[in-house]
Antibody, heavy 114, light 113 residues
Framework: QVHLQESGPGVVKPSGTLSLTCAVSGDSVTSNHWWSWVRQSPKKGLEWIGRIYHVGGGSYNPSLESRVTMSVDRSKNEISLTVTSVTVADTAVYYC???????WGRGTLVLVSS | DIVMTQYPDSLAVSLGERATINCRSSQTIFLNTNNKLNLTWFQQKPGQPPKKLIDWASSRESGVPARFSGSGSGADFTLTISSLLAEDVAIYYCHQYYSVPYTFGQGTKLEIK
């Protein structure tokens, strides 16, 4: 049974950088799966951020692409997400997701506030 | 971007009655390479992440009760709960993964009448 656990700072200042990690257990980040990030806010609803595969390749939402980076850490069996130049509009619950929604983490709330 | 529009936004149904939720995509999401519709239905309860109910528009996930069914073709899709139980109170979302950026419907809130 795969388990995904997001972790992050909780609060990020405007114009700062948001960095999240997703610890994967019960599966390997090098297995034949895509790893995605999805966020949810009252204003925008569910928003797909992007996906990554361990041997490279992936795609980002064009609306976020200039500010987003995703990576795979094989040694820690983790997925990471970085969003730069954050604004209040980036306040959301961020979810780590395997494939096309087969498995979701519990999510972590990120508040952008000074 | 493919826009996913759900209707109604909210729905109140009596216990034991049928609930029907609709979703329309702004373009077809039929993938010719595998003859499948890249459409998923999720259920989300308060404080929980979304849970996949239906994939490929009509294929029920393992462990999902048979009262849940999905149908549709091209750009119009339906999630049906044949006999509503109290535990089905939730927000339901449709989701397309046919083309990037993948997108979700705005959600339909299902309540008990």
């Amino acid at each position: 049974q795969v388990h995904l656990q997001e972790s992050g700072p909780g609060v990020v200042k405007p114009s700062g950088t948001l960095s999240l990690t997703c610890a994967v257990s019960g599966d390997s980040v090098t297995s034949n799966h895509w790893w995605s990030w999805v966020r949810q806010s009252p204003k925008k609803g569910l928003e797909w951020i992007g996906r990554i595969y361990h041997v490279g390749g992936g795609s980002y939402n064009p609306s976020l692409e200039s500010r987003v980076t995703m990576s795979v850490d094989r040694s820690k069996n983790e997925i990471s997400l970085t969003v730069t130049s954050v604004t209040v509009a980036d306040t959301a619950v961020y979810y780590c997701v395997r494939d096309f929604g087969d498995n979701w983490g519990r999510g972590t709330l990120v508040l952008v506030s000074s | 971007d493919i826009v996913m529009t759900q209707y109604p936004d909210s729905l109140a149904v009596s216990l034991g009655e049928r609930a029907t939720i609709n979703c329309r995509s702004s373009q077809t999401i039929f993938l010719n390479t595998n003859n499948k519709l890249n459409l998923t239905w999720f259920q989300q309860k308060p404080g929980q992440p979304p849970k996949k109910l239906i994939d490929w528009a009509s294929s029920r996930e393992s462990g999902v009760p048979a009262r849940f069914s999905g149908s549709g073709s091209g750009a119009d899709f339906t999630l049906t709960i044949s006999s509503l139980l109290a535990e089905d109170v939730a927000i339901y979302y449709c989701h397309q993964y046919y083309s990037v950026p993948y997108t979700f419907g705005q959600g339909t809130k299902l309540e008990i009448k």
